[in-house]
């Protein structure tokens, strides 16, 4: 099922609630479920609910402190999918993969130590 009306949700309660919905409607069969669940953040642009921000609010540096709360945001919404699994009976049953194609970008708030470069150098953070 394809999202068409997302009344200005951020994406990663967005995506959170439909893999929470996708786990309650599989919660009663007896088949295995394959979940990918891939999130378009941590990513530019920067946008992240207010709310998210205030959290940081010490961190001078604007960057730093909305990619922060956009970091907050996506453990949150992991954490919603996983109170879905585990209301359904399923979360010790489950495996859980977390991955990320590079290190983040060091102009865009991202913080990548102990490894060095960023996105986009020979590193890739």
Known sequence: DSVREDNNTYSSHLFANKAAQ??????????????????QSVHTPLQVPAEYQTVYSHVRCTKRRKFLGMV?????AVGEVVKALKSGGMLE???????????????QG???YPL????GSLWEG
């Open 22 to 39: 996708i786990i309650a409607g599989h919660k009663k069969s007896n088949k295995p479920l394959f979940l990918y669940f891939a999130f």
């Open 72 to 76: 907050t945001a996506m453990d949150d």
């Open 93 to 107: 049953n489950t495996v859980i993969v977390f991955m990320s194609d590079n290190g983040g970008p060091i102009d």
């Open 110 to 112: 991202a913080d990548n």
């Open 116 to 119: 060095r470069g960023s996105k």
